[in-house]
């Protein structure tokens, strides 16, 4: 389970969200038994991505079961990630050579942590590091029109953001990684569920409407943005899923009577029917999750229209917070 460490996080989310949906307790019993699995890697704070890991296991644990050891364990893990802020409040890319020298987008999903922990102990500390991380990091990866970086390099002595780079997409800095971008939403949306500061509602409009101007006719994104839709052999169902549940969530965070709640509603019920077609969903594809073409990059592709854990755990994630909005 844990050789692809970023991700294991979501198995045991996965458990925890099946426990919660169905009220079935075989399946909380599973993630306790799985999750001290996920445990040593607390101590590694320059591993930017233990947010991640410890978010989607111990503190959704916690906030499910209410388990104190729990969150004694996912606050170790965000106290070391704190400790780990580069100057300037970024977080270091430790999988890149010279990590310590660029902003990632995976950065706006880690900081999760530090929401979660502010939330939970009351600590101003946590929150404003998170905000703090989350403006360098967009200031170096959104644009204006809303097209996403991957990674920016930061000047070392200064903490200026200099030239963008790709990794996970096809044409370097031109391109848009379509899960990266997922990130970037779902994490701009975390900040206005418990900031309520405008400018993340603004940000997270800019980043959908970017986002929804690249997809495919079914709603679901090429692997890379910027491939034209109609030519995409392989699109990315998980980073619909992801995008997914970060709509109902913002809707969800929206008054009533406004007007882009019942657009985010829908654009999310959209996909979400989209998700759990037969195309998406079939009932034997080979593969070893639920939802396939959840497609990782190209170069670490292992079979076309594979399924991936973190898409199989948004999904479910959406379909919750689908019940929870009410639509
Ligand atoms: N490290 C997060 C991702 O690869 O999407």
Redesign the pocket.
Known sequence: MLEDK?SSGFFIGLLFRLGQLTGDSLYTKEARRWIGKIEPYKTQGDYQ?IG?LFYYSYALGYDLTGMEEYKTIALEAADQLFDSRLPGGYLECSWLPEGKCYAGV?SMMNIQLWLWASRVTGRECYRAAAIESARITCAALVREDGFTYEYRRMNPATGAPEQPFNKNAKFGAESVWA?GHA?ALYGTVQLYVWTREEKWRIQAEKLSGFYLSRVCSDGVPPWDLMLSPEETVMRDASAAAIACSAWFQFAGALDSDDPLRKQFCNAAERVLQTLSSAEYIPSSSGHEGLLVHASTPLHVVQAPGESQIWGDYFLLEALHYSLEVGS
């Open positions: 970023w991505d991640f995976d899960r990130w």
